[in-house]
């Protein structure tokens, strides 16, 4: 069985400075990892996946990811962020064999303070 | 672009009433999901199918069936809603059967059971 920890419910940070939101994956088989946003009174938008090759995936929106899978951590970072950043960031995995659906973290709130 | 429509917004139902939410995407995916999302929680997994006609539970079916009778719609419905189903209710599509491609998200129903 998939689960996902997102370690941080919430994170505020400083415009212009850089953040870090960290995610671990539990897993005995290989997977696929995600990263999508949801800004307020939408659903989520997919910002970044790893499938395979290089383990550093960049997004959009400026936003990079790093698959680490010794750790089995996908940790997102962006190195300066914006007031437009603010929004809830979800952590997701899917098995690369068997049920085609992913499995979620609780989300971590990212909040830009001006 | 990929989109997937969820025609109510926001709702509000009696508690016993019965509740059909309905989703409709324009990409002939194979695959519609209908997750639930729930601050602390993140998006947990009602249902999913993978064809017209098919369908699996997900992590928390209890309440709730669904409906694929044509390839671009997937309902869900609470035969007898209760509070408790008070909730935020996304629905999804992807591409593949077999292996993961990027899902796509709906704008979300509100729903209020009161």
């Known amino acids: 069985a998939q689960s996902v920890t997102q370690l941080d419910s919430q994170v505020p940070v400083f415009e212009e400075a850089p953040v870090e939101l960290r995610c671990n994956y539990s897993?005995?088989?290989?997977?696929?990892l995600f990263w999508y946003v949801q800004y307020p009174n939408q659903g989520l938008q997919l910002l970044l996946k790893y499938l395979s090759g290089s383990t550093l995936v960049k997004g959009i929106n400026g936003f990079e990811a790093e698959f680490n899978k010794s750790q089995t951590s996908f940790h997102l970072r962006k190195p300066s962020v914006h007031i437009s950043d603010t929004a809830e960031y979800f952590c997701?995995?899917?098995?690369?064999?068997?049920?085609?659906?992913?499995?979620f973290g609780t989300g971590t709130r990212l909040t830009v303070i001006p | 672009d990929v989109k997937v429509t969820q025609s109510s917004r926001y709702l509000v139902k009696r508690t016993g009433e019965k509740v059909f939410l309905e989703c409709v995407q324009d990409m002939d995916h194979e695959n519609m999901f209908w997750y639930r999302q729930d601050p602390g929680l993140g998006l947990r997994l009602i249902y999913f199918?993978?064809?017209?006609?098919?369908?699996e539970k997900g992590d928390i079916p209890e309440g709730y069936s669904v409906s694929r009778e044509k390839k671009e719609r997937f309902s869900l419905i609470l035969e007898s809603a209760s509070t408790n189903q008070t909730s935020m209710y996304l629905c999804a599509s992807s591409l593949r059967r077999q292996g993961v491609d990027t899902i796509y998200f709906g704008e979300g129903s509100w729903l209020t059971v009161v």
């Open positions: 897993s005995s088989v290989s997977v696929y």
């Open positions: 199918s993978y064809d017209v006609k098919m369908k």
């Open positions: 997701a995995v899917s098995e690369r064999t068997g049920a085609n659906n992913l499995f």
